[in-house]
């Protein structure tokens, strides 16, 4: 398997750190808003990779950090006059609804960047120690020209980046170098040896890494944006503070998402967020237009682009009920054709996974799977498929619905929406024990558990 490394900008084989398991940070969002298709674009496609990963065999460990603190979201709940943390708070939930729609369901644990104000105080200590770092009346700040690596990632050179930079601070030693701790007065503040103050951004990103997975992990995603300098700062810090080299072992990052041609903005009125697409459409459809481009390259966002998306999708769902129906009739078990269409299935499987392989790419795969779809349905006219066939083309089809997240068999879908049903029924029962109607409240346990479902309280 080839995975592209934003690193040494080529494809290169993929070799876990450590034999089979592989640690995964991706970085999370600034929760100052609502989760917007952008969002959607990147964790879609990073979910794909943790599944295709999970697929292949590997012990993948998922690690996402949510920002909960910075000056965007201190902005947005001064203007709303409401507690910051409370804000984040609450697009944090938005955003875990939004991804759970979008069946992106693979993050093992998200760590908040406020829940690790220790680990990122530590990690400021040890580069102070280091010399790496340095305190100033108005922070604590990392002196980049003291790390001889800084802009490998980028492929910058820190002295051109300085001299073309007015220093925005006069008490830095370098216009570049990046706040590790900023010391502030006015709320929200912490505590720390340097005075009331927050954390930088960057900072916060590595002492999680370093607590989750220590000094070096194998992934480290992002969109494009983050290369420079959110990423940069972050090689600087983690391999400064652990001594460990490289920090990652493949860099990767996704195309970003634009809306008409256009960067998507709120000036520009071409912004869209999670919740106002899936009013217009079914979250597999836009699921499918991310993975129908590949993960690294721009996406152009368009209704036109939708359709076409459901267009294919149904195209997908067709052939699933064909099957069914198929499956139910009176036909032969076995025919003079099976070995042909036994042969066309393991190729398409080939193609599919080695297309995956090819540095996830999905818009390969994805065409595997519709010329496959073609030749079934020219088999399907002339009656050449038998019930064995089409068992093994629905085995296949789950296979590669399991890997993309997309719910391609009629039967899986009833499954998902008796999961809905589900759900809905704990949360009704949640509020009648919040009410004490305990009796309601128990009959809902009791009647789910008559059909094999069980509900434990913890
Ligand atoms: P943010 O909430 O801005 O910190 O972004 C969280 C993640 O979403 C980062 O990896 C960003 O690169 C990514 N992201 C933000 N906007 C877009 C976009 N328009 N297209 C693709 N990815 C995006």
């Known amino acids: 398997m080839k995975i592209y490394n934003t690193m040494t900008r080529k494809k290169e084989e993929f070799k876990p750190l450590n034999e089979n398991r592989v640690k995964m940070f ?22 794909v990779i943790a599944r295709y990963l999970k697929y292949k065999g590997y012990s993948l460990f998922y690690l996402q950090n949510i920002t909960d603190i910075d000056d965007k979201i201190i902005k947005r709940a001064n203007e709303l006059g409401i507690e910051p943390l409370k804000l984040a708070k609450e697009n944090e939930e938005l955003y875990f ?10 993050v093992n644990f998200y760590a908040r960047a406020m829940e690790h104000l220790n680990e990122i105080i530590n990690q400021i200590q040890t580069l102070i120690t280091k010399g790496f770092a340095y305190e100033t009346p108005t922070g604590v700040y990392f002196d980049e020209f003291c790390f001889e690596d800084f802009g490998k990632l980028s492929n910058r050179n820190i002295e051109e980046l300085n001299v073309s930079r007015v ?13 590790l701790w900023k010391k502030r007065e006015e709320e929200p503040a912490w505590d720390s040896p340097w005075g009331k103050g927050r954390p930088g951004w960057h900072i916060e990103d590595t002492a999680i890494s370093e607590t989750y997975f220590g000094g070096q992990f194998d992934i480290h995603g992002g969109g494009l944006d983050l290369i420079f300098p959110h990423h940069e700062a972050e090689i600087a810090q983690m391999e400064s503070a652990t001594d460990k080299k490289p920090m990652v072992k493949y860099w990767m990052h996704t195309g970003f998402l634009n809306v008409g ?18 009013k217009e459409y079914d979250p597999q459809v836009f699921r499918f237009f991310v993975l129908s481009t590949h993960y690294r390259s721009p996406i152009d966002f368009s209704d036109e682009a939708l359709q076409q998306s459901e267009k294919s999708l149904k195209r997908i769902h067709k052939l699933m009920e064909t099957i069914e129906e198929h499956l139910e009739m009176d036909i032969k078990q076995q025919n003079e054709n099976d070995n042909k269409y036994i042969k066309l299935i ?77 759900n809905i029924l704990v949360d009704i029962r949640e509020k009648l024990r919040k009410k004490k109607d305990y009796e309601l409240a128990d009959e809902i346990r009791g009647r789910l558990k008559d059909i094999g479902i069980n509900l434990e309280d913890k």
């Open 26 to 47: 991706v970085c999370g969002p600034t929760v100052y808003d609502k989760s917007h298709i952008g969002h959607g674009r990147t964790y879609i496609s990073f979910d």
């Open 97 to 106: 609804n939004d991804m759970e729609l979008l069946s992106v369901t693979n």
């Open 167 to 179: 220093n925005p601070d006069p008490t830095k030693r370098n216009p570049g170098d990046f706040a």
């Open 261 to 278: 041609g256009e960067k998507m903005s709120k000036s520009l009125g071409n912004f869209i967020t999670i919740e106002k697409l899936l």
């Open 346 to 422: 393991e190729n398409t499987g080939k193609e599919f996974f080695k297309a995956m392989d090819n540095d996830f790419n999905t818009p390969t795969a994805l065409s595997a799977l519709f010329n496959f779809i073609r030749d079934v349905n020219k088999g399907i006219n002339h009656g050449e498929i038998s019930k064995n066939v089409f068992k093994e083309i629905k085995l296949l089809f789950n296979e590669f619905g399991y890997v993309l997240g997309l719910t391609f068999s009629i039967k899986s879908s009833k499954i998902d929406s008796a999961d809905e049903i589900v």
